[in-house]
């Protein structure tokens, strides 16, 4: 299958910090995912993302599609403690969706 | 209220009987996927279906069988054959280039 790379794996941070992390492949697709996971439960979509160069916000969350089509980025501004979760970027070939090995963030308060 | 429910959210078996996981879904969406995450891991396609009465294999297919009978309804059996069944299981609809999840599985074989 298709190979995400994500990064950060892991990272943590003050509470009202901004967040960044970011995927890439060395394919060209033409739909980036951002998930995120509370423990325990299944993935929620956060942002969908379809044109490169597209920037779309959702509340404090900020996605981009990257212009070469290989890459995406989220952020999060002035994080809070529910923020704590797993984050993961996907993309779709159409039958099949691709995952990123996610990015643990955890908010310190 | 549409989603997409997974039951039960914990289930225990004791090693060498065979378990059917339920997945249904009211969101109309042709396609449904079953994943398998491991902790600190990422997801793995287990088996997905694009059209009722078909379906294919994932990258981890083997010890697992599903059927497509209802648009709806995707059920995952665990089989007997599968070496470490314990895992948190995922069942996941689409339509377009968006995925949504059940909120899974928790399956532990004693």
């Known amino acids: 299958g298709q190979q995400l790379n994500q990064s950060p794996q892991s990272m943590f941070i003050q509470e009202g910090e901004d967040v960044s992390m970011n995927c890439t492949s060395s394919s060209i697709f033409n739909t980036w995912l951002w998930y995120k996971q509370d423990p325990g439960e299944g993935p929620v979509l956060l942002i969908a993302l379809y044109k490169a160069g597209e920037l779309t916000s959702n509340g404090r969350l900020t996605a981009q599609f990257g212009i070469t089509r290989k890459d995406s980025f989220l952020n999060i501004s002035a994080s809070i403690p529910s923020d704590v979760g797993i984050y993961f970027c996907?993309?779709?070939?159409?039958?099949?969706?691709?995952f990123g090995t996610g990015t643990s963030l955890t908010v310190i308060p | 209220d549409g989603g997409i429910t997974q039951s039960p959210k914990y289930l225990f078996r004791k090693e060498g009987q065979n378990v059917t996981l339920s997945c249904e879904q009211n969101?109309?969406?042709?396609?449904m996927y079953w994943y398998r995450q491991d902790p600190g891991q990422g997801l793995r396609l287990i088996y997905y279906?694009?059209?009722?009465?078909?379906?294919q294999k994932g990258d981890i297919a083997e010890g697992y069988s599903v059927s497509r009978e209802k648009k709806e309804s995707f059920p995952l059996t665990v089989t007997s054959a599968q070496k470490n069944p314990t895992a948190f299981y995922l069942c996941a609809s689409s339509i377009a280039a968006e995925q949504f999840f059940g909120p899974g599985t928790r399956l532990t074989v004693l």
């Open positions: 996907a993309t779709t070939t159409g039958n099949q969706f691709y």
């Open positions: 279906s694009q059209i009722v009465n078909d379906f």
């Open positions: 969101l109309n969406h042709d396609a």
